[in-house]
């Protein structure tokens, strides 16, 4: 039991070392620590932990431009998160992976992925990743260039940015909307 519990304190330490390099922009040295947090989760067998680091893992690829290698990851933290039925992480995964078809122009792959998550997100409560969300889903119908539903989800978003005072979300809503 103990070998466990050291296992996994020392695989959340290299998370959380990973994390505050990627913040940092040390992309290698978070890369090398989420790497290693993910052997340890590995060794352990959990796959909530195991499907966060690929997530982890998959967002320093995105923040670094590589979108297909971002994609396997975001795709096999998907898979085991549906493995275990975590709604919030089947909405990040899916989240994560409308991002990135919405940077390459895939808007029907996009939208279909932030629905899915939308959904989720509602469904469990997050109301600071409805907003998000709400939000993303109108940039691809203006890329769409179908305004009145761009609109519609703007709308809906400054009104959860407002309802839980997100003052970024208020603003990056307006300005949505006045650019239409």
């Given at each position: 039991?103990?070998?466990?519990?050291?296992?996994?304190?020392?695989?959340?330490?290299?998370?959380?070392?990973?994390?505050?390099?990627?913040?940092?922009?040390?992309?290698?040295?978070?890369?090398?620590?989420?790497?290693?947090?993910?052997?340890?989760?590995?060794?352990?067998?959990?796959?909530?932990?195991?499907?966060?680091?690929?997530?982890?893992?998959?967002?320093?690829?995105?923040d670094?431009?590589?979108?297909?290698?971002?994609?396997?990851?975001?795709?096999?933290?998907?898979?085991l998160?549906?493995?275990?039925?975590?709604?919030?992480?089947?909405?990040?995964?899916?989240?994560?992976?409308?991002?990135?078809?919405?940077?390459?122009g895939?808007?029907?792959?996009?939208?279909?992925?932030?629905?899915?998550?939308?959904?989720?997100?509602?469904e469990?409560?997050d109301?600071?990743?409805?907003?998000?969300?709400?939000?993303?889903?109108?940039?691809?119908?203006?890329q769409?260039?179908?305004?009145?539903?761009?609109?519609?989800?703007?709308?809906?978003?400054?009104?959860?940015?407002?309802?839980?005072?997100?003052?970024?979300?208020?603003?990056?809503?307006?300005?949505?909307?006045?650019?239409?």
């Open positions: 039991r103990k070998k466990i519990g050291d296992k996994l304190g020392t695989a959340n330490s290299y998370n959380n070392i990973g994390i505050n390099n990627s913040y940092l922009g040390n992309y290698p040295e978070a890369l090398e620590n989420h790497l290693a947090s993910l052997a340890l989760r590995e060794e352990i067998g959990d796959k909530n932990t195991i499907a966060d680091s690929y997530n982890s893992i998959g967002t320093i690829y995105y670094q431009g590589n979108y297909p290698e971002a994609m396997k990851y975001f795709f096999t933290s998907l898979a998160e549906e493995e275990t039925g975590d709604k919030r992480g089947i909405a990040r995964a899916t989240g994560n992976i409308g991002n990135i078809y919405n940077i390459q895939q808007y029907e792959d996009a939208l279909k992925n932030y629905l899915v998550s939308l959904k989720l997100r509602e469990i409560g109301k600071n990743a409805v907003a998000i969300m709400t939000s993303n889903i109108g940039n691809v119908y203006d769409l260039e179908r305004h009145d539903e761009a609109l519609k989800h703007y709308f809906a978003s400054y009104k959860m940015s407002e309802v839980i005072g997100d003052k970024e979300g208020i603003a990056a809503s307006l300005h949505n909307i006045g650019r239409i």
